[in-house]
């Protein structure tokens, strides 16, 4: 599972897909965002703007990622 150390109190789930180089681009993000393929929580989300706070995981194709504060 990869972390992202948090900066500030938030990131975006654009920016953490692409931070973890789980995505090429912000805007290959916002395409798996929209389409349905990620998830927050177990959660379905398509929201590209979603922050994200310590201790939410984020899934897409068999990867996660964990939000440490």
């Not at 948090?6 to 975006?12: A, E, Q």
């Not at 998830?39 to 939000?67: A, W, Y």
């Amino acid at each position: 599972m990869e972390e992202i150390k948090l900066k500030d109190s938030f990131i975006k789930l654009g920016q953490a897909l692409k931070a973890v180089g789980f995505t090429e681009s912000g805007a290959e993000a916002k395409e798996v965002i929209q389409e349905g393929l990620v998830k927050v929580n177990n959660e379905v989300c398509t929201q590209r703007g979603k922050k994200l706070t310590d201790g939410d995981i984020v899934s897409f194709r068999g990867k996660e990622i964990k939000i440490v504060g």
